[in-house]
């Protein structure tokens, strides 16, 4: 797992794919670290599809936690109990909650039209040819680079619809630790200049006499927090 990517403007990335397919997996990866380079990406996560693998409970945290997951589309993978029933399932159900984002790729061809994640957003993708499999192309880097160009474009929306959250947030925050606003400073000098000229009018009204005891008579005032700042 890579972790050279900047939390703040990166995204996570799950990959579900079939055992067979770990040698074209290999390949995407390398392309792929052009967005770890440039801090697109972080926690670059991959794994071996095994139902009775020891670190199942990781893989499920991983898959639960994720931005965007990429489903690699293989007759493998659509023959795979797991990948297909388990991990395509849940990733489809994050999708359509919104929680994110999901991209077949298709690495070897199979038939895959009437597939659930038919509707989505597949690669590689080429103007001419539309999406075919990576094994198909004649120039597989060709594919993969179409693919990485096709996932930066994606994931900076993704950072681009994510931003305003995170902003306002931290102006939230800003203004909670700041102390009181100067909407709540001016009103604080309003109650006192009013406190006060309601004790002036008090004054006027009594005797001169009770007046004059009371300057004489030592008076403790409670204190009170200004605004100024």
Known sequence: MFSDASPARSVQIFSSYAQK????????????????????????????????SNWQSSIDAY????????LLISPDFIASDYCYS???????ARSEAGKASV???????????DLPFARLQSLPRSSREGVKAVTLRRNRDLAFVEIVADLKKII???????????????????ETSSGPSRSTCAHSR???????KTIL???RLLPTWLISTWHKTPTHWPSHSTCEH
């Open 63 to 70: 898959l639960h936690t994720s931005d965007i997951i990429l």
């Open 103 to 113: 991209i077949p790729i298709l690495l070897r061809p199979t038939f895959w039209q």
């Open 86 to 92: 388990v991990e395509m399932q849940q990733a489809l």
């Open 21 to 52: 397919d770990s040698k074209l997996l290999e390949e995407l990866k390398k392309h792929l670290s052009l967005l770890i380079r440039l801090r697109l990406i972080k926690g670059w996560y991959h794994q071996n599809i095994s139902p009775e």
């Open 190 to 196: 309003s109650v006192n200049r009013h406190w006060g």
């Open 156 to 174: 900076d929306d993704f950072i681009t619809r994510r931003a305003p959250s995170l902003s306002t947030t931290s102006t939230m925050t800003r």
């Open 201 to 203: 009018q008090q004054l």
